[in-house]
Structure formats: C-alpha cells, structure tokens
C-alpha cells in the first residue's frame, strides 16, 4: 500500500493521545521502524512525589507481558504495549543525588500509555504492519482492531501532506529566546565546573541550559518541520494532552531485542550547513574537524567506557563489546560523532533491572556518573524534565526501543521549552561549549519560528 508516513502522521495527529516514533525519511539500521499510536486502553503516570516509581512500573509490565513475539514477525518491531518517556529525574530514585534545582514545568515522572493496536512501517524494506492484541475480556476482537487501522491506512491516502514552511538555522536569534541562565552565569558555572575537573572530582560533565518562547499553532505542525527539515531515526511525537513532546532525537539510549542490548552513545557535534554555493567546501572542513578532534575522541571514548560499566552490571560476562567504533554520523543539520556498545542480558533481566543499571544514559551526563549528576544539580538552575531521560516503546514482547531525548522540545500552556548542552572536560573552550548549545539549540528554534509564521 502506498501511503505518505506524513500523511499518516497527520491522521493519527488528530485522534486522542497519539504517540508516533519515527515517521519520516531518516533511514537507520538500528531502528528500522516507525510507530503510529491511538486512544490508549490506559495511562500510566508517576508524578514526582511517587515513592517507588520503578517497582509501580514492573508490576505494570508484568501484568501485560507475553513471552515472544508473534511467529515469522521481524524482531525490533512494536507488538504493542507501553509508549512514551521516562524523565532524567527518575535518575533520583536510582542514585540519592541532592534535590536543589527547581522543578518549574512539573511533568509526569513517568508517562507510558498501553495500546493494543498500532501501525509500524519498515523504513528499510518499505512494508507497513497492522499489530492488534489480544486482550483479556476484550469488547473487540482483533480482525476488527485490524479492519480499524486499515481504515486509518485508507484515510492517509486521502489527506493532503501538510505544507511545511521553510526555515532559516542562521537567522535564529537566540539573543531574544528567554533562558534559564545569561551567558555570564553560564561561563562562571563553567569556570567551576572545570575547577571539579581539574580537582579530579570528574573526567567530564554535561551542562546545559535551557530557552522558552512563545508558541501557539498546533505541535504537529513543529513535528512535520522537524522531520522534513531535521529527520532523525528517534523522533518521537508525544500527546499527552495537557502538554505536548517533540523530539527530534539522533541517540538511541538502549534497544533490547532477543536478549541482547545495545546503546549507542553521541559525543562530538559540528554544525553542517544546508545546500548552497559553498556549503560543500564547509562541511567537508568541519566533516574533517570533528574526524580529527582530539578533545572529541577522547569524550566518546570515556563515555563508552562508562556504558561498557553500565552493561556489566546486567551483561552475561565476555558479552560485552563495541561492535561499532566510532564514527561520524551525517544529519540535515548536524554531523555527530557515535559509537555501538552492545551485550547478552543475563537470564530474568528486565527493563526495570536496565534502567537502574544504566539510566540515564551516560553520555549526557559525564564521569563518573553519580559525582557528574551532583554536580549537574548543583549548577542547572531548573530540573531537566524529560530532557536527556529517555523516549521510545516497551513491548509486551519484552524488547524495546528507547531513545536519548535530546533535540526535544516541550510545548505546553502557549510555551515552548528547548534545553541543550555539551560535554565539558579539561580543556574545554568556554566560547566554544556555549556556541555548541546555541548550535544545536538552533535546528529545534528554528522550526518554531517558521510554524510560528506559518
């Protein structure tokens, strides 16, 4: 069937607490699919003052597993089950860390939705599934949940594809967004912070800060820019009603298909401009710098060091291993420098036993990891919320797809919330680290400004 992933989107867009993961041209082996989602059977939430968030989520997960995925399906793919994020502050019910940021945007700790029928498309062979579940005292069989996303398939075929603005990266300034912090306060928390560093507190933190503007046309609209303009393998689409997520994620946090579990760490960013007259001289130069960085390698390195850590805690021993060293990842705004680490979960490890052994995830924090999240605390003036926790699907199968939520803009109550960072070690260059926020905070404030006009 020839439908438009666009199209579909805006469908599914339009009916009530939707998820959609992926959902444009972006081509990833590590994440082949797309998801569409709707009208949850039921809503998890854990607010922050929830006790025992991780032991709430396994009896959920429990109550509605299956053992296997269904016969001759390709593995990686949702099946149905839990969609939606896990916050960075659920970090605190992993490792005590200081509670002294304050939490202005007061958003679910944990906020997964239950669907029982979804449409996945394989963006490698081209090939669109209908998954419908069978469900205990179920009003409605599974031939008929599938007749309904047929139904769904057919209407994108009749909808226009949304016209989406185009949008000027440089043209953005940042100067008249409203931030968490002036760039004073920013240079002198990095003056500190690099004294932790040089002290031998930490190897490296990720500090980052965060701009809220003005935004009231409809987040799907923000969503169809980012994946035309910004298309990445982990964008996610998030409606929860009283607020709205759109990620438009490069990173993978973990997958977990068949026992085994990846992550795939970013650590190294240059800008990269769009097609023009000499925009390919430019990139092949900053292509180059970021091959040869020094400072680059070294952060990727110590980060996958620490993910290796990670693993072990919930890795069959002599599993674990970098099966893709690092390499320079090309995207519509950015180049980024990525590495693969991957292992065999032990017998009985499930996605609780994960998340606390590796959330969140190591390379949008520092190391060592629980020091690096103090210090986080002690100089982010605001909790990060969904920033740097993690977005993606559990599925009743037991695999799961997860990403790291950066690129990702909160939009709620006529606000939209953009927060970025960047690696900071020994020798790190102030006017450089804070040009690398306002950089990668450019491709998501641009697509706001453009639907903003639109």
Not at 327 to 338: D, G, N, Q
Not at 343 to 364: E, N
């Amino acid at each position: 069937m020839d439908v438009a992933p666009e199209a579909l989107t805006e469908v599914f867009a339009a009916r009530p607490m939707s998820s959609i993961l992926g959902g444009n041209r972006s081509e990833c082996d590590a994440n082949r699919f797309s998801v569409w989602a709707a009208d949850p059977r039921e809503v998890m939430e854990c607010d922050a003052d929830e006790q025992y968030p991780l032991e709430r989520l396994q009896i959920e997960l429990n109550r509605c597993a299956f053992t296997q995925r269904p016969e001759g399906a390709p593995g990686g793919m949702f099946f149905g089950g839990w969609i939606g994020y896990f916050s960075y502050d659920l970090g605190r019910f992993i490792e005590k860390i200081p509670a002294t940021a304050v939490d202005d945007l007061r958003l679910p700790l944990i906020r997964l939705c239950f669907y029982d029928r979804a449409i996945c498309y394989d963006r490698i062979e081209r090939r669109w599934w209908l998954v419908a579940l069978e469900m205990p005292h179920d009003a409605e069989p599974p031939r008929l949940k599938l007749d309904g996303l047929l139904d769904l398939l057919k209407e994108a075929q009749r909808t226009p594809l949304p016209n989406v603005p185009r949008g000027d990266l440089q043209a953005v300034d940042v100067s008249h967004v409203q931030c968490n912090m002036s760039r004073r306060t920013y240079y002198n928390a990095l003056e500190r912070i690099m004294r932790y560093i040089y002290d031998g507190d930490v190897y490296q933190i990720n500090f980052s800060q965060r701009f809220e503007c003005q935004y009231d046309r409809p987040p799907i609209a923000l969503y169809h820019w980012q994946n035309l303009h910004n298309a990445s393998p982990y964008a996610a689409y998030i409606d929860a009603a009283d607020f709205v997520i759109v990620s438009a994620s490069p990173e993978m946090f973990v997958t977990i298909c068949d026992g085994r579990i990846a992550t795939r760490p970013i650590k190294g960013t240059r800008p990269r401009l769009a097609p023009g007259p000499r925009a390919d001289a430019a990139n092949k130069a900053t292509f180059l710098d970021l091959v040869r960085s020094e400072k680059d390698q070294a952060e990727l390195n110590m980060i996958v060091d620490l993910e290796r850590n990670d693993l072990a805690r919930i890795c069959v021993p002599g599993t674990r291993h970098v099966s893709q060293p690092r390499t320079i990842e090309t995207y519509p705004t950015l180049f980024h420098a990525v590495a693969t680490v991957e292992g065999r979960l032990r017998r009985g490890c499930g996605l609780t036993d994960v998340l606390r052994a590796v959330f969140p995830g190591g390379s949008i924090i520092g190391a060592p990891k629980i020091r690096a999240m103090e210090i986080i605390e002690q100089f982010e003036p605001t909790r990060r919320g969904v920033y740097t926790g993690s977005i993606g699907w559990i599925g009743v199968d037991g695999s799961a797809c997860l990403n790291i939520a950066i690129r990702t803009v909160i939009i709620a109550a006529g606000r939209a919330c953009v927060q970025t960072g960047g690696g900071i070690v020994a020798d790190s260059d102030p006017d450089a680290e804070w040009e690398e926020t306002i950089t990668k905070a450019r491709a998501l404030l641009a697509g706001i400004a453009a639907v903003q006009k639109s």
